[in-house]
């Protein structure tokens, strides 16, 4: 797997932005990754299905089945148990989703957000969605076509009714698979984070345990800790903040809170 640990701005800038032309489109530098970054460089890619503990695996369908129950807010019409388990991480219940973006630089925001982690290494996971593409089975690679690799709620829906048959395409595939999902445009937040999801074909499959099988598909980029308030200055000069990425007045107060933050020494 590679690894890279860039020592300056530029550094990490190559590194966000290394990749061949014409690899998603003819002609255009236009980047094959999902990025996720994250404020501990030793952080898993567990859910957080998975980190309620207990028999979480078999709770995710009570757990599901509750929310769409007292969801008032939500529109009650609404049958697609893809659609609900967007919104349900989308408003933090435990899912076996995760969380990615298109932006590097939104991904970047989440690996310097937390200054309380400024004295820890972050990162930044790449993982490459045309080779994820490519280890989908027959069935789902023909659905998704050749032109894209990312399931939509209605793609999905018009196929795949539920986790229960998602289920029986593993089994007869034999192995687990790992999927994205773009989610609908519920709100601000979702269309400005350049948002998406990743979803295992079973509740139990950890993403980096999956990737240690395949690691020609993703590599990671270590934040050193010595770098990140350069970063989180210029990320702010280039408004990629919580006031942008969460729009309201919840965003607009941890931007203010964080910016005006002392550097601790």
């Not at 509740?203 to 999956?210: F, G, H, K, S, V």
């Amino acid at each position: 797997m590679n690894c890279q640990t860039p020592q300056t701005w530029a550094e990490l800038q190559d590194a966000l932005f290394n990749y061949p032309w014409g690899l998603t489109a003819p002609g255009r530098h236009r980047s094959p990754y999902a990025y996720r970054g994250m404020t501990e460089d030793y952080a898993d890619l567990t859910t957080s299905l998975m980190r309620i503990g207990g028999p979480y695996a078999q709770l995710e369908a009570a757990i599901l089945r509750n929310f769409r129950k007292y969801a008032e807010e939500a529109d009650m019409f609404m049958e697609s148990e893809w659609l609900w388990l967007a919104m349900a991480q989308h408003h933090g219940l435990p899912t076996r989703l995760l969380d990615w973006t298109y932006s590097p630089y939104v991904a970047l925001h989440f690996a310097t957000d937390n200054t309380e982690h400024s004295r820890k290494d972050g990162v930044i996971w790449c993982l490459d969605y045309q080779k994820v593409r490519e280890l989908l089975p027959r069935k789902l690679r023909h659905l998704v076509g050749i032109e894209s690799f990312k399931f939509t709620v209605n793609l999905l829906e018009a196929s795949i009714k539920n986790l229960q048959e998602l289920a029986q395409i593993e089994k007869e595939h034999g192995e687990p698979f790992v999927m994205f999902l773009e989610p609908p445009s519920l709100d601000k937040r979702i269309v400005n984070q350049y948002a998406l999801f990743s979803m295992m074909s079973n509740a139990e499959e950890r993403l980096d345990t999956w990737l240690e099988q395949h690691p020609d598909i993703y590599h990671k980029i270590i934040i050193p800790a010595h770098l990140k308030w350069e970063i989180r200055d210029n990320l702010d000069q280039a408004n990629i903040n919580e006031r942008m990425l969460f729009p309201g007045l919840d965003g607009l107060s941890a931007w203010l809170k964080r910016y005006y933050s002392a550097k601790d020494v």
